[in-house]
């Protein structure tokens, strides 16, 4: 505990260093969220939206959401989408990371290959998911068209579910490398001890997956579900550009919504309101990891 | 790591090619993109689609840099411009609040640790109306300035939680030692520590400018003139006013994507640290 101590100064001159960054995110986020709370529970048109007063409304914004079908429908969508995601990213981001934890010659650098989905502009992604998936030239459909499994062209982007489905898939690349990676990195932190021990002891490959694979990394799995829930749950851009949350709302996503309320339809009431159900739902996730994340910070 | 045994022989050359066909599996998307962008717009729509260029054009890249209405370098220029100054904001405030946060103790710290935390799950959705009104009482709606402030909000936090970690790395020892040379604090932090944890400022710099680069709803939504207009935002419009000139849109979307090629090539290293160490330990 002593030699703890003395790692650090206390002393609140640290502060100073520390300072320009906080005022800064408080000025430009800190603000915003409390401003964002506060049109909430106005009545905030085009008309009053930079000058002018706005009437308080209290609750109203909320209620109305209450029996807005378009509100329902993006919250279950966003639910949906969140969790289809997170099941398949998860799933081959893993086995990708089993499969690259082998020590064979590309192993490291086609790994590091496969991250750059995780790095191209979402909107880029979602071109060229919209290009995969067109209807008369898609490649997509020409090879299931090939492989006899459809006669006529998937209008995959205009119909409601297909339309789901394609989003979900372009989510899913993007999310692939972050799991692998980060998966990668936690199964470095197993001693190849414990697997030399098991396989003395005669355990097979499941039994030590399951034994020691999983329970060892079930921080790193915490951290990346929970991550991979915050990231995927607050889809924008990707939404917005593959779909614009259509055919007919059926792909609106909680964020998609609000921008449409507040940017399109000028109703930066009600918008502002959806984004703080997205918010509110985050947070409480948020919370989770924050624990999970500062459990062995020390005081 | 390295006493362990490497698989050779046969079964490397199989795993070796299994990887392989994994990744033309994976980034076929991408592989996609680059071919379309060079097809004529009547072999993109040939039935069976051709898996590689028969005939090569180069037009659609022209094309866009001819025409002034979408100019493809005037928006890539803006989202330099954008994603540097970005950048170069979160460096800035980020590399000294690392700093404090690894080596002082002081009141309010976990407080302002958590509160940077809690700023890299919010949503744009709940930034953009109070931004947007906020902007435009600052006078700076409409021009770069807007997308650059935004776009820092989201290099900050990041860089602060992996700085963290750099600084705290960092041995007293190399600190006190400074001291006893009779630097200043200050000078200490600028002449020691900010050299030591430069790897760690290289990985803030470069993920602050490609969250930025890949920024649209701040762009789109700050700023109304296209010809000010990053470039995602630009591939938007296209995308709304060109449907399905399909040649267009994806040398649009590949000229987006070099800035990130050329970080993905050389800087490697930077980027599976950037991406991992953000996660794993607030």
Same mark, same amino acid.
């Given at each position: !505990?002593?030699?703890?101590?003395?790692?650090?100064r206390?002393?609140?001159?640290?502060?100073?260093?520390?300072?320009?960054? %906080?005022?800064?995110? #408080?000025?430009?986020?800190?603000y915003?969220?409390?401003?964002?709370?506060?049109v909430?529970v @106005?009545?905030?048109n085009?008309g009053?939206?930079?000058r002018?007063t706005k009437?308080?409304?209290?609750?109203?914004?909320y209620r109305e959401l209450?029996g807005?079908?378009?509100?329902?429908?993006?919250?279950?969508n966003?639910?949906?989408?969140?969790?289809?995601?997170?099941v398949?990213?998860f799933?081959?981001?893993f086995?990708?990371a089993?499969?690259f934890?082998?020590r064979?010659s590309?192993?490291?650098?086609v790994?590091?290959?496969l991250l750059?989905?995780?790095?191209i502009?979402?909107?880029?992604?979602a071109?060229m998911?919209?290009?995969l998936?067109a209807?008369?030239i898609?490649?997509l459909?020409?090879?299931?068209?090939s #492989?006899g499994?459809i006669?006529k062209?998937?209008e995959?982007?205009?119909?409601?579910?297909?339309?789901?489905?394609?989003l979900i898939?372009?989510?899913v690349?993007?999310g692939?490398?972050?799991?692998m990676i980060?998966?990668?990195t936690?199964?470095t932190?197993?001693p190849?001890?414990?697997?030399e021990s098991?396989?003395?002891?005669?355990a097979?490959?499941v @039994?030590?997956f399951f034994?020691i694979?999983?329970?060892l990394?079930?921080?790193?799995i915490?951290?990346?579900?929970?991550?991979?829930?915050?990231?995927?749950?607050?889809?924008?851009?990707l939404?917005?550009?593959?779909?614009?949350g259509g055919?007919?709302?059926?792909?609106? !996503?909680?964020?998609?919504?609000?921008?449409?309320?507040s940017?399109?339809?000028f /109703?930066?009431? /009600?918008?502002?309101?959806?984004a703080n159900?997205?918010?509110?739902i985050?947070?409480a996730?948020?919370?989770?990891?924050?624990?999970a994340?500062t459990k062995?910070?020390?005081e | 790591?390295d006493?362990e045994?490497k698989?050779?022989?046969?079964?490397?050359?199989i795993?070796?090619?299994?990887s392989?066909?994994l990744?033309?599996v994976?980034l076929f998307?991408?592989?996609w993109?680059?071919?379309? *962008?060079?097809?004529t717009?009547?072999?993109i729509?040939?039935n069976?689609?051709?898996f590689?260029?028969?005939?090569?054009n180069? @037009?659609?890249y022209?094309?866009?840099?001819e025409?002034? $209405? %979408?100019?493809?370098?005037?928006s %890539?220029?803006? *989202?330099f411009l954008i994603? !540097?100054?970005?950048?170069?904001?979160?460096?800035?405030?980020?590399?000294?609040?690392?700093y404090?946060?690894?080596?002082?103790?002081?009141?309010g710290?976990?407080?302002?640790?958590?509160?940077?935390?809690?700023?890299?799950?919010?949503?744009?959705?709940v930034?953009?109306?109070?931004?947007f009104?906020?902007?435009?009482? !600052?006078?700076v709606?409409?021009?770069?300035?807007s997308?650059?402030?935004?776009?820092a909000?989201?290099?900050?936090p990041?860089?602060?939680?992996i700085?963290?970690?750099y600084?705290? *790395?960092?041995?007293k $020892?190399?600190?006190?030692a400074?001291?006893?040379?009779?630097?200043?604090r200050?000078?200490a932090?600028?002449r020691?520590?900010?050299?030591?944890?430069?790897p760690?400022?290289?990985?803030?710099a470069i993920? *602050?400018?490609?969250?930025a680069?890949g $920024?649209?709803?701040?762009?789109m939504?700050?700023?109304?003139?296209q010809?000010?207009?990053?470039?995602?935002?630009g591939?938007?419009n296209?995308?709304?006013?060109y449907?399905? /000139?399909?040649?267009?849109?994806?040398?649009?979307?590949?000229?987006?994507?070099?800035p990130?090629?050329?970080i993905?090539?050389?800087m490697? /290293?930077?980027?599976?640290s950037?991406?991992?160490s953000?996660?794993?330990?607030?």
């Open positions: !505990m002593e030699k703890l101590k003395k790692r650090f206390y002393d609140n001159a640290g502060i100073l260093f520390v300072l320009p960054a %906080f005022l800064y995110m #408080l000025v430009f986020v800190g915003p969220i409390v401003r964002n709370l506060i909430s @106005q009545d905030v085009a009053n939206l930079v002018g009437h308080f409304v209290w609750f109203e914004n209450l807005d079908s378009v509100f329902t429908t993006s919250l279950v966003t639910l949906r989408y969140t969790l289809l995601c997170l398949f990213q799933a081959v981001g086995a990708l089993l499969f934890s082998k064979f590309f192993a490291r650098p790994r590091g290959i750059a989905p995780w790095m502009p979402v909107t880029v992604t071109l998911f919209k290009l998936f209807t008369d898609g490649v459909n020409y090879i299931l068209r #492989l499994l006669e062209n998937i995959w982007l205009t119909t409601p579910e297909t339309a789901m489905f394609a898939c372009a989510n690349w993007i692939i490398p972050f799991n980060l998966i990668s936690g199964l932190t197993i190849k001890e414990l697997y098991a396989s003395i002891d005669g097979n490959r @039994q030590t034994k694979t999983l329970p990394l079930r921080p790193t915490e951290s990346v579900l929970i991550l991979g829930f915050i990231y995927t749950f607050k889809v924008y851009d939404v917005y550009v593959m779909t614009s055919p007919v709302n059926s792909t609106h !996503m909680l964020s998609t919504y609000s921008y449409k309320l940017f399109e339809m /109703k930066y009431s /009600k918008g502002s309101a959806v159900v997205l918010l509110l985050l947070m996730v948020g919370i989770l990891y924050i624990k994340t062995g910070e020390e | 790591m006493e045994k698989i050779s022989g046969k079964k490397n050359m795993l070796c090619a299994v392989v066909l990744l033309c994976l998307p991408l592989y993109a680059l071919i379309t *962008s060079l097809k717009e009547q072999e729509f040939r069976p689609p051709t590689y260029p028969h005939v090569l180069t @037009q659609s022209a094309a866009q840099v025409t002034g $209405d %979408f100019n493809m370098f005037r %890539f220029a803006n *989202s994603s !540097m100054g970005a950048a170069l904001i979160a460096v800035i405030l980020a590399v000294p609040a690392s404090g946060i690894a080596k002082y103790r002081f009141k710290r976990k407080v302002m640790l958590l509160s940077f935390l809690v700023t890299q799950m919010l949503p744009v959705s930034l953009l109306t109070p931004m009104i906020m902007f435009k009482n !600052m006078h709606y409409n021009t770069w300035i997308a650059m402030l935004a776009d909000t989201i290099g900050i990041f860089s602060i939680l700085l963290k970690n600084f705290a *790395s960092i041995p $020892d190399l600190e006190e400074a001291y006893l040379d009779g630097c200043g200050f000078t932090f600028v020691v520590l900010i050299p030591i944890a430069r760690g400022v290289m990985v803030c993920f *602050s400018f490609l969250y680069w $920024d649209l709803a701040y762009g939504t700050f700023i109304l003139d010809e000010k207009r990053p470039i995602t935002a591939i938007f296209f995308m709304g006013q449907g399905t /000139k399909w040649s267009y849109l994806t040398a649009f979307a590949v000229v987006t994507i070099i990130v090629a050329l993905f090539i050389f490697q /290293k930077y980027i599976v950037g991406m991992t953000g996660a794993v330990k607030g």
